[in-house]
């Protein structure tokens, strides 16, 4: 298995609604990453699991949560949105984090594509 | 922190002509260096990287130049195809001073068209 799954392919929620991303790998990949994507913007980077531990929150807000309950899977809960908070909403891994001389390849996967009413 | 800076924002080439992106970034100790594409409504796709110890890679049609002293590095398509058609990203790993874990950062991508 060489992908990373995303459910639900779509999702409209209103302001006042709970719901959850879910994303999953089985390669192995011990870091795991939530992006945030507007239309004809790069990929912005919301979190980082390095071995299922957080390791970076680029200064999200509290009304999402990410959650990794172990290697394979990474979730992000959503309570409270904003209508601009609708975009897509890529996962991804690395067989291990970024940086230094152990970088590895980042593998996204198709999105979840969020609106807000 | 990085800055990716990317041009152009929009490219527009003749089928089997060449295309060239720049980017260019800030962080000297950044070391690893992607370019993804990504059609429209589908997932960012690594299509070649190249690494701070090599100057050049190739990978058929699509190369990749890294200058460090310079902090640039360009990807260059060849005999361009429509279905070249898609947004491509750059983007660059940095490094941090503690020596922990940097992330990519995206530069804001180019929109190519192969016309046919």
């Known amino acids: 298995d060489t992908e990373v799954t995303q459910t639900p392919k779509h999702l409209v929620m209103g302001m006042t609604n709970k719901k959850s991303l879910k994303c999953e790998q089985h390669?192995?990949?011990?870091?795991m990453y939530w992006y945030k994507q507007k239309a004809k913007k790069p990929p912005e980077l919301m979190f980082v699991?390095?071995?299922?531990?957080?390791?970076i929150n680029e200064s999200v807000p509290s009304r999402f949560s990410p959650e990794c309950p172990n290697s394979s899977l990474l979730n992000l809960h959503l309570h409270a949105l904003q209508p601009e908070d609708s975009a897509l909403y890529l996962c991804?891994?690395?067989?291990?984090?970024?940086?230094?001389?152990?970088?590895?390849?980042?593998?996204f996967g198709a999105g979840s594509r969020l609106t807000v009413l | 922190g990085e800055n990716v800076e990317q041009h152009p924002s929009t490219l527009s080439v003749q089928e089997g002509d060449s295309a060239v992106i720049k980017c260019t970034y800030s962080d000297s100790a950044s070391n690893y260096f992607p370019w993804y594409k990504q059609e429209l409504g589908k997932r960012p796709q690594l299509i070649i990287d190249i690494r701070s110890n090599v100057g050049e890679k190739k990978d058929q049609r699509i190369a990749v130049t890294l200058n460090k002293t310079a902090k640039h590095f360009s990807l260059h398509i060849t005999e361009t195809q429509p279905e070249d058609s898609a947004v491509y990203f750059c983007?660059?790993?940095?490094?941090?001073?503690?020596?922990?874990?940097?992330?990519?950062?995206f530069g804001k991508g180019t929109k190519l068209s192969v016309k046919p």
């Open positions: 699991y390095s071995y299922e531990k957080l390791s």
């Open positions: 991804a891994s690395s067989l291990k984090p970024q940086g230094g001389s152990g970088a590895n390849v980042l593998t």
């Open positions: 983007a660059a790993s940095f490094g941090t001073l503690d020596g922990s874990q940097g992330n990519l950062i």
């Open positions: 390669m192995g990949h011990r870091a």
